[in-house]
């Protein structure tokens, strides 16, 4: 008499019942799961991501003020088409007077009704609410307040209540899904992120040579091209969240990543450039 086979979900959940003690060893049961078999690398990348990125705040993924493709409620009709034709984005946050005083968010295609009415046009009657997200939240909380709202972009303040950034829907599910990007995306974007207190937030695929130029510093680019490359040979492994690689008393530290690949790294510097 043949044995019942067992399915890959009822092993998974065999595995799972050993009861993990914490995080790490969660993890651990999952990419041996994966190493036999039971789940593929995408599906292993994607779990370790949602497990992950709870620990995340908007600082560790938003993108600086500097920049915020931002819109003076005051604008033109004439103006504000040129500015969308030229940065293509959906949305843009605008502001009365300073950046720090965010009304609202501006809809692209709210203004496809609004060509050729410049002597009645009014900004104000096209904005969306803003929603404003301090740096210290959890990125599953901002998530689930987008998810509440139908809003897919939140205006980032600081303790003093100013402007510090801006976080997308997009950017929180790259952190579970990878990198999502579309027709109008630059990759060479954002590459460095600069925070408070000499902090600096990098993505992996940080160019070594814009690392260079950027910090002024002097790392070898004949082995590796990305930041990402450069930890891994530094550390002889893949280096995982909260791991910090010393690189000739430089401290990188790891912020977000999973089996595949490093996506966040922090970097602290005495003197910023």
Do not use: C
């Not at 599906?43 to 497990?51: K, N, Q, R, S």
């Not at 030229?86 to 203004?111: C, Q, W």
């Not at 207190?197 to 680019?221: A, C, M, R, S, W």
Request: no cysteine.
């Amino acid at each position: 008499m043949t044995e019942p086979t067992t399915s890959w979900l009822e092993k998974l959940t065999q595995a799972l019942l050993r009861e993990p003690q914490n995080i790490e060893h969660l993890l651990l049961i999952l990419r041996k799961a994966a190493a036999n078999d039971l789940l593929d690398a995408d599906t292993l990348a994607m779990v370790e991501g949602v497990i992950r990125y709870s620990n995340l705040r908007v600082r560790d993924i938003m993108l600086p003020k500097a920049q915020i493709v931002a819109i003076s409620s005051d604008l033109k009709l004439s103006s504000l088409l040129k500015t969308v034709r030229k940065y293509r984005h959906s949305r843009y946050p605008v502001f009365e007077g300073t950046m720090d005083n965010i009304v609202g968010i501006l809809h692209a295609k709210d203004l496809l009704i609004e060509t050729g009415k410049e002597e009645k046009f009014s900004i104000n009657e096209l904005l969306r609410p803003a929603i404003f997200a301090p740096e210290s939240k959890h990125l599953n909380v901002l998530l689930t307040e987008f998810k509440r709202t139908k809003n897919h972009m939140a205006v980032v303040v600081d303790e003093y209540g100013g402007v510090s950034g801006f976080v997308t829907i997009e950017n929180v599910l790259e952190q579970i899904v990878g990198d999502i990007e579309d027709e109008f995306d630059n990759n060479d974007d954002a590459y460095i992120n600069k925070h408070a207190n000499g902090k600096y937030v990098l993505k992996g695929h940080t160019p070594i040579e814009e690392l260079n130029e950027y910090f002024n510093l002097g790392f070898d680019t004949e082995e590796y091209d990305t930041l990402a490359g450069l930890l891994i040979k530094a550390s002889d492994h893949l280096p995982t969240i909260g791991e910090v690689v010393n690189i000739d008393n430089h401290l990188f530290k790891i912020l977000n990543a999973d089996s595949r690949r490093i996506k966040l790294v922090e970097f602290t510097v005495k003197d910023p450039p």
